[in-house]
């Protein structure tokens, strides 16, 4: 089974394109769960059960479990477990090395973590991502645009004509397009260059999409300009910090519901349809 | 005390600017080891204690502890304790992610860890770099033009008169140039660029310089290109996999030397002096 047809398995299910961010920052747990022996574990569990029917997938960042020590090692672990059997858990890592030392990343995520798909970054070239594609059918979401302010520093400028983040992505493409595993993050803060990649790549590449919500990106906006193409909305903070009392992970339900329904609207029957972009 | 003063105390000791990088493969480690509890931890011990009185730092690069699991992060846990007070540690990351994320990261390296300087990723701009240098008197060396053979790929495309790599140095020397704590990763197998960077940034920011010995870089064009400024040169496999057998760790240690004598040619009265350059 490709990835394409992991991700087509989900939503045959979930019927959505919205991914959960799982970045839990032990600042915003609600009070109640800060005596739990594990406060991001007790927090993350809940926020899965209240969500798992409901999504295709759950970005982890793992800034936000590595800042935790082996605690947070601990949490990770136990939501890796706590996400239900084919739903898509995403490992943004966002990792660059060369050769050697890109596999054993490789290897720490697909094998010893076990995420079916990661975030990597370009920077350092196509060479120190290619050992990415040799884990199974799992995808690899190259940084293209990120959804930051100062993504405009170094990913715009302009060479021979066109701007860093697309040399990215046709090398890329060139290097990797026949995989059926390469996917691009672009972020929802830049609308018009969404709909610009996504003519660019196709219907069929899987696009990780943050930025919706807290970080300014609108939700009709990424839905019109992705063309009704493979993706991952993420949202993190718009679902997770939906709610601060005892009923966090209900408010999370409502706020992932919300989502939803405005991340279908247009397409037919209201459920995606990936393939037929 | 800032970085250069910690680092210009331990060159008074060590007299050299060679940095030992302990990204050690599970897959050479010599025989006589692998029945250890933790063989990485086992190895790294032995050739800490061969080395650290004639090198100014270790650089652990994260990829190989995270990709052997728990046991991994126990052996960089247990590196890190070995390496005796006043030796620098490069925790090796090369995270880049956006404003609370890269805040954990730096939280996780520099608190958690206990990294005494990091190499961090530019692609995603400034912003998401700014954070680093809010941990004390660390180091921040980011990725400028890296050692491996696709480096050229991205970071030497040309805008406005001049690549990649070199807006990254210049848009970094604006925003954190004033911090004293701001360093460039410049692979040694560049030989002429690392001469341009260095005549760009001065004498006293320091350069982590990778690329020495097995990927090809060349010490002595290195140590010239250089031109006695602030530097550690790293080398990985040159040292650590030196011998094979059972004196692997006098094998490190006659290896090291050799280098430090080879990076210390040039240098008056044979040892470094960073600050007059």
Redesign the interface.
């Known amino acids: 089974m490709t990835f394409n047809e992991r991700y087509s398995t989900i939503l045959e299910k979930s019927r959505t394109r919205l991914c959960v961010g799982l970045?839990t920052?032990p600042a915003w747990i609600p009070e109640h769960l800060k005596g739990e022996t594990n406060p991001i574990l007790a927090f993350n569990r809940a926020i899965v059960e209240a969500t798992s029917d409901i999504c295709s997938s759950y970005k982890m960042?793992l800034?936000?479990y590595?800042?935790?020590?082996?605690r947070g090692?601990e949490a990770l672990e136990g939501t890796m477990d706590a996400i239900p059997e084919g739903v898509i858990r995403i490992g943004d890592a966002?990792?660059?090395?060369?050769?050697?030392?890109?596999n054993?990343?490789a290897?720490?995520l697909f094998?010893?973590w076990g995420f079916d798909a990661v975030t990597v970054?370009?920077?350092?070239?196509?060479?120190?991502i290619e050992t990415y594609f040799q884990f199974g059918a799992n995808c690899v979401f190259v940084?293209a645009l990120?959804?930051?302010?100062?993504?405009?520093?170094?990913?715009h400028?302009?060479?021979?004509g066109k701007p860093?983040y697309v040399?990215?992505i046709d090398?890329c493409l060139e290097a990797f397009g026949d995989a059926d595993q390469l996917g691009f993050v672009v972020g929802a803060t830049h609308p018009n260059e969404l709909g610009e990649v996504r003519r660019r790549v196709g219907g069929n590449i899987p696009l990780l999409i943050p930025g919706i919500g807290a970080q300014g990106g609108d939700t009709q906006g990424t839905v019109h300009a992705n063309n009704g193409g493979v993706a991952f909305v993420n949202v993190s903070r718009g679902i997770s910090k939906a709610g601060s009392g005892e009923d966090f992970a209900e408010q999370a339900r409502e706020a992932a519901l919300k989502f939803v329904a405005e991340l279908s609207v247009g397409d037919p029957d209201e459920r995606v349809a990936p393939d037929q972009s």
């Open positions: 970045d920052d960042n800034a936000f590595e800042s935790d020590g082996k090692l966002k990792r660059g090395d060369i050769g050697n030392t890109a054993h990343y290897k720490a094998d010893v970054n370009p920077y350092m070239g196509t060479d120190t940084l990120t959804s930051n302010p100062g993504s405009k520093q170094f990913q400028l302009v060479t021979q860093l040399h990215v090398q």
